[in-house]
């Protein structure tokens, strides 16, 4: 890269670089302020990425996590029900630790040359908050695959039917094909993408504050599937996770949720529906309300967000004084701080950011 070129972008920078601040008013002269290790100060963060472009994934899984009416059976075009029951359903919740629910959301991994939902549908999982995510265009796999152009050929089509910049990469050959995942991998970090998913990398169970590969992270990720229980593997997972104490963030996946078991590598709508209910029973909303059910995109950026983003916090009589400056706006601008006071908060302001909610303990905030 020529020195203007390098110069030119960091002026560029520095032109979206904006300071942003927030004062919290408290009478407890011993309060302390520090940033929450994952958003809303969840004890751990848990995604859910439908591959391959399912019908079902529109059809029956959002309105299912956000609250709607999931299709009645139907076949699709191999023959397959990929419908649930038709009934209204009210959604899964968490809250963000200030009393307002947050629906769950999911991601979806496409291949853009051929997805089974329509392109409309798509639109509106990105409105429902779902992540994009790129999983080649053609879904080729094998040792001679064309892994930077099936890279970029996904991104450039999802761009221009959407407007919209997908950041994560999921591998396309799944647990067994070893030949094209070195490939990808290069080509997708090469090309700008942070986070690379596939069953062959080690863990599903990620701590975000120890990763050393953040920037370029390759996630494991656990299958779904119908063919085996997944209660006790996902329940039992979590409980042994909560126990360590530390901040772990739980990476799921599967392919379709409809009646059928699409394909043998699907997630029956009874198992995902039992599943799912279990999970937001437990975990949120009228539970221990200590999940944060994310796509990966929010996880990764908030983690990012902690890393890089080093807030000053200082203090003059009761007053907490927050400052900061980010250079880039990313798709998910978020931070939660944890204030410990033996006294509540009496006032926050922000400027240049919005305070999203608060109580006596947390203060949730986007920019
Ligand atoms: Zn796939």
Not at 70 to 85: C, L, S, T, Y
Not at 230 to 237: L, Q, R
Request: hydrophobic share 40%; with cysteine; charged share 20%.
């Amino acid at each position: 890269m020529r020195w203007s070129i390098v110069f030119f972008v960091f002026v560029a920078q520095l032109a979206v670089a904006q300071h942003r601040k927030i004062t919290i008013t408290v009478e407890d002269k011993d309060a302390v302020v520090t940033v929450a290790p994952l958003r809303y100060n969840k004890s751990f963060a848990c995604s859910f990425t439908l591959d391959d472009g399912y019908i079902s994934a529109a059809r029956v899984a959002l309105p299912y996590f956000n609250g709607g009416q999931v299709a009645a059976p139907f076949k699709d075009q191999w023959g397959f029900d990929e419908g649930g029951d038709g009934a209204d359903y009210p959604g899964l919740y968490y809250t963000d630790g200030c009393g307002n629910a947050v629906s769950f959301k999911a991601a979806v991994a496409i291949n853009a040359k051929a997805i089974h939902f329509s392109w409309d549908e798509l639109a509106q999982m990105k409105q429902a908050g779902w992540d994009i995510l790129n999983h080649s265009f053609t879904h080729a796999t094998g040792k001679d695959v064309k892994a930077g152009w099936e890279v970029e050929e996904n991104t450039r089509t999802v761009q221009q039917r959407l407007q919209h910049n997908m950041q994560q990469f999921v591998i396309p050959g799944g647990k067994d094909d070893h030949l094209s995942a070195p490939f990808y991998t290069n080509a997708a970090f090469a090309q700008g993408l942070k986070v690379v998913h596939s069953g062959q990398y080690p863990d599903y169970w990620i701590e975000p504050s120890t990763r050393e590969d953040w920037n370029r992270l390759c996630a494991g990720r656990l299958f779904l599937n119908s063919k085996t229980s997944m209660t006790d593997v996902v329940f039992n997972g979590i409980r042994e996770h909560l126990a360590t104490g530390k901040y772990y963030w739980l990476n799921t996946f599967t392919h379709s949720v409809g009646n059928d078991d699409l394909w043998n590598i699907s997630y029956r709508f009874a198992d995902f529906k039992e599943l799912f209910n279990r999970l937001a029973k437990e975990y949120g909303k009228e539970g221990k309300d200590n999940i944060w059910f994310a796509p990966p995109e929010a996880v990764h950026a908030y983690e990012n967000i902690r890393r890089t983003v080093k807030p000053l916090i200082t203090r003059s009589g009761h007053q907490f004084n927050i400052s900061f400056d980010v250079n880039t706006l990313e798709k998910y601008n978020a931070l939660t701080f944890l204030v410990q006071s033996s006294t509540a908060i009496k006032e926050v302001k922000g400027v240049n950011c919005t305070i999203e909610s608060y109580n006596g303990k947390l203060i949730n905030i986007t920019w």
